[in-house]
């Protein structure tokens, strides 16, 4: 299965995951959900390997503009309303190789994802 790379083109932490896999020269495919979407089968797929609270972005600019009544008493369900809704929510990058899926960016956490067996 081919690894894909989930975000947004003009991150700054997106910039440094591409980089960093360019560099090392790990194929990969860009799904920017930005202008691609992302639909709630994915986001219910990468819920069976990661947390809702390690998807959902509460620190960005898109939720914090949130009306103070979508950011009170979240769960699974209204969490990934939001992000349906506000890709822009997810925080990024999330990479999927097919067998494991991580999210945010680290130099040592992609060179150990991306180690040989």
């Keep these: 299965m081919m690894t894909t790379l989930?975000?947004?083109?003009?991150?700054?932490?997106?910039?440094?995951?591409?980089?960093?896999?360019?560099?090392?020269?790990v194929e990969y495919a860009f799904h920017d959900y930005k202008t691609a979407g992302i639909d709630r089968t994915t986001l219910e797929k990468w819920m069976q390997h990661v947390d809702w609270t390690m998807?959902?972005?509460?620190?960005?600019?898109?939720?914090?503009?949130?009306?103070?009544?979508?950011?009170?008493?979240?769960?699974?369900?209204?969490?990934?309303?939001?992000?349906?809704?506000?890709?822009?929510m997810i925080k990024r990058p999330v990479i999927d190789t097919g067998r494991q899926l991580v999210v945010g960016f680290s130099p040592a956490g992609y060179a150990a994802l991306f180690a040989s067996p």
Excluded at 6 to 25: E, F
């Design 6 to 25: 989930y975000g947004i083109r003009n991150c700054d932490t997106m910039k440094k995951a591409r980089q960093w896999l360019d560099g090392r020269r």
């Design 55 to 88: 998807l959902l972005n509460r620190a960005g600019t898109t939720f914090r503009k949130l009306p103070e009544d979508e950011r009170q008493d979240l769960t699974v369900e209204k969490a990934i309303t939001l992000m349906c809704r506000q890709p822009s």
